[in-house]
Nanobody
Framework: QLHVVESGGGLVQPGGSLRLSCAAS????????IGWFRQAPGKDREGVSC????????NYADSVKGRFTISRDNAKNTVYLQMNSLKPEDTAVYYC????????????????????????WGQGTQVTVSS
């Protein structure tokens, strides 16, 4: 069982920044494509961004393009989501997830922004954007 753990959430004012981290406790994340998702109260979980196992390919939801950046440091077994210019509508619980199915399949379409291909999920970290 792969365990992924998110951290870095918190309360931030509109226009501020946060960096979320996704780490694995017992397996190497560089064997997996990683996605970030979010879920606001009363809404479905939606894909935010994803990154290939090597880090060479990424994808973003239109709502965060130009503001969020996904990256990974396989030496540290960690994936990051840098979130800038945050808006109140970014408020949600953010989850990271790992997918073996998506290895070699990130890029070209939005498949990696769907929840279906992911096998392992973290417990989430709350991000609240409010003045």
């Amino acid at each position: 069982q792969l365990h992924v753990v998110e951290s870095g959430g918190g309360l931030v004012q509109p226009g501020g920044s946060l960096r979320l981290s996704c780490a694995a406790s017992d397996l190497t994340l560089d064997y997996y494509a990683i996605g970030w998702f979010r879920q606001a109260p009363g809404k479905d979980r939606e894909g935010v961004s994803c990154i290939s196992s090597s880090g060479g390919r990424t994808n973003y939801a239109d709502s965060v393009k130009g503001r969020f950046t996904i990256s990974r440091d396989n030496a540290k077994n960690t994936v990051y989501l840098q979130m800038n210019s945050l808006k109140p509508e970014d408020t949600a619980v953010y989850y990271c997830a790992a997918s073996y199915f998506l290895v070699g399949r990130v890029g070209g379409d939005d498949l990696c922004l769907n929840v279906g291909p992911y096998d392992y999920w973290g417990q989430g970290t709350q991000v609240t954007v409010s003045s």
